[in-house]
């Protein structure tokens, strides 16, 4: 070493030891999140309770639709008797409690994971399954979401930490080693001995704060999440505090001649090291940001694609199911009318059974005095009898005649009584019976207008589903023809960006109708225009021709010109531009299979691409100046049959 100083070794000892602390420290740091992020994700539970009277069928479709959802690992049903074993399972009280409410109030639900990429969206997740009809909640512990996306954001900072810092330090290790070697020095014995305390030194120090860092942090997570740092990890700290310590001491070798550290040489490592820490983590989102998007592309692709196609399903089963609700509603007026009419017949019935009622007690009032005063009559008539002289005043007679033709007419009185009674009771029996069959069929009539109002609040429920899925369906339409806007806008700017400063392209073609052979052999199977969508009863604009074709049949270009696009774009699957000059553009989509790139020059025998097999048609666009025009005016009738 220089002047024989030991200052330069006790440097790299400190150095060592800063160095050692804060990256032990921050490898500890990316252990524990990631346990913490670990034991988040295996402790999160979803559980979807379902309506109280979903039976097992039902539930087993919901199931499928649960697992159907993106994002879903799985769905596992559990019973409302397995869901209270499990709660007995760590209360034993519980099944008391539930003995004295009666029922099990548990709903069956399912357990849900989610897959590891979707536990950020899980709130929309959720979402998406409370608009099921036969859900009731969706219960998790948002905390704890939250807590998960933070310790799994704390363990990819911490790797661009470690990432960066690595990459760093082994740069300027590689540029000190490159500055010795230019300095035309070489490693002799006394050079390696000199290296290898330096190293030593620094391997030490960083060793000494790792093991201060370990043992600082042990007791203060004790008893919490426990993360072990992998010994690879504390090797390579070691290994690289070794290597940091002797490149540090290749500038303190006695006679060198070359030092990173002064004048030209520190401006120089200060640049690179500047250029690397802007650079590597730069380069490393743009790459990432690139890849997400086309991911993103593609998938949003798909999805435009089968909602296209599921438009016009949802639009008939809206219809029927409007259909079908005013049958319902029709249906409940008759019933209701029904019950109002046999309610009213009910009152009159009841009214007239109330008043048999009224009648048959003054006829009991009636008969039972009739039959005491008819009783007395007798008693007194026997009284005045046994008492009587036979053999004297026969002017008794005529008021015993007069007795006994009061107590016939009482007795004949008494009998029309008795006959009056028991039509009366006939009565009442015939109005009672009519009463309980109008009850009957006002019963059975009110549980029919129950069910048709429950059908009917389903039909309701199946519409405003079926309303809302019309809706998005609509809405995802309209992004679809948002892509035709944005294919012109494409056009627009890339027929800016080729013309000349100054010079305004017309936007009338210049070509001769009927000049350009056919891409592809086939017929024209949707036209240039505004045409009908039948299912969502509106118009949308075609700016191109479709052209039906056999699977990979060959596409050509319509003349000789340059490729400017080539790759997906949108809901036309992969595409290609061609400029054929003076502000006139072709457009092939639907393709696959693409042989040209973005500056190949193509001629009308050149093949672009296959038509897609999925479609089994060409798209094809022509557009001058940015404006879109028939392309099948200008297409040879022969070529479309023979190319």
């Known amino acids: 070493m220089k002047n024989n100083s030991f200052r330069w070794p006790i440097s790299l000892l400190v150095v060592g030891l800063v160095g050692g602390l804060f990256a032990e420290s921050l490898l500890f740091f990316r252990a524990h999140a990631a346990e913490a992020e670990r034991s988040l994700f295996l402790d999160l539970k ?14 087993v479709e919901v199931g499928k639709k649960i697992s159907a959802l993106t994002g879903t690992e799985r769905a596992v049903y559990v019973s409302p008797e397995d869901a209270l074993a499990r709660i007995e399972a760590r209360d034993p009280t519980v099944f008391r409690s539930v003995a004295l409410m009666g029922e099990n109030p548990l709903p069956g639900a399912f357990e849900v994971e989610l897959k590891d990429a979707a536990i950020g969206s899980l709130p929309v997740w959720a979402e998406r399954v409370r608009d099921f009809e036969e859900v009731e909640e969706v219960v998790f512990k948002p ?80 008893g919490l999440i426990m993360g072990a740092v992998s010994w690879i990890a504390r090797c390579g700290l070691l290994v690289g505090a070794a290597l940091g310590g002797v490149a540090a001491s290749l500038p ?91 309610k009213e017949s009910f009152r009159e019935f009841d009214n007239e059974r109330v008043l048999l009622d009224s009648k ?74 009519r009463v309980d069959s109008i009850q009957k069929k006002a019963s059975r009539e009110i549980q029919r207008l129950q069910k048709e109002d429950s059908k009917l609040k389903r039909s309701k429920k199946a519409v405003e589903t079926v309303s809302k899925s019309a809706s998005r369906a609509e809405k995802l339409l309209k992004s679809l023809e948002s892509s035709a806007r944005q294919l012109a806008s494409l056009i627009r700017d890339l ?64 003349s000789v010109g340059d490729v400017i696009f080539a790759g997906p774009f949108r809901s036309y699957g992969n595409v290609i531009i061609v400029n054929h000059g003076r502000g006139f553009y072709s457009i092939y989509g639907h393709l696959s299979g693409l042989r040209r790139k973005k500056g190949d020059r193509v001629s009308t025998r050149t093949v672009l691409a296959s038509v897609d097999g999925k479609r089994g048609r060409l798209y094809l666009e022509f557009r001058q100046g940015g404006k879109a025009f028939d392309p099948s005016l200008y297409l040879r009738s022969t070529s479309m049959s023979k190319r």
């Open 46 to 59: 979803i559980i979807v309770f379902l309506e109280g009277s979903i039976n097992d069928d039902r539930a």
């Open 143 to 222: 905390y704890q979401v939250r807590a998960l996306m933070q310790m799994r954001f704390y363990e990819r900072f911490a790797n661009i930490v470690i990432s960066l810092a690595v990459a760093t330090i082994a740069l300027w290790i590689a540029w000190c080693f490159l500055g010795f070697l230019r300095s035309g020095r070489t490693f002799t014995k006394e050079i390696r001995r000199e290296l290898l305390i330096g190293g030593g030194v620094s391997a030490s120090g960083a060793l000494i704060g790792a093991a201060a860092a370990a043992a600082l942090a042990g007791p203060a997570s004790e």
């Open 360 to 433: 048959l007690e003054s006829l009991s009032i009636a008969r039972n005095e009739s039959r005491r005063l008819i009783g007395e009559e007798v008693e007194g008539y026997r009284r005045i009898s046994e008492g009587a002289d036979t053999f004297y005043d026969s002017g008794a007679l005529w008021e015993e005649a007069l007795r006994r033709g009061a107590i016939r007419e009482k007795v004949l009185y008494l009998t029309q009584l008795r006959m009056i009674d028991a039509d009366s009771i006939g009565a009442r029996q015939k109005a009672v019976l």
């Open 252 to 342: 303190e070798i006695k006679g060198a001649r070359w030092n990173p550290f002064s004048g030209r040489e520190r401006r120089q490592n200060v640049a690179v090291l500047a250029a690397a820490s802007l650079l590597l983590p730069a380069s490393g989102l743009e790459a990432a940001s690139v890849r997400s998007k086309r991911r993103e592309l593609k998938n949003v692709t798909i999805k435009l694609e089968n909602q296209k196609k599921t438009v016009s399903a949802i639009r008939r089963e809206k219809n029927k199911a409007q259909e079908h609700l005013k049958l319902l509603k029709r249906q409940r007026r008759t019933t209701a009318s029904r019950v109002e009419e046999l």
């Open 495 to 558: 027929t800016k960006r080729s013309a000349k400063k100054g010079k305004i392209q017309s936007t009338t073609p210049w070509l001769s109708k009927g000049s350009l052979p056919a891409p592809v052999l086939g017929p024209v199977v949707e036209k240039f225009g505004k045409r009908r969508v039948p299912e969502l009863k509106t118009w949308t604009i075609h700016n191109g021709i479709d052209i039906a074709a056999r699977k990979g049949a060959e596409v050509r270009p319509v």
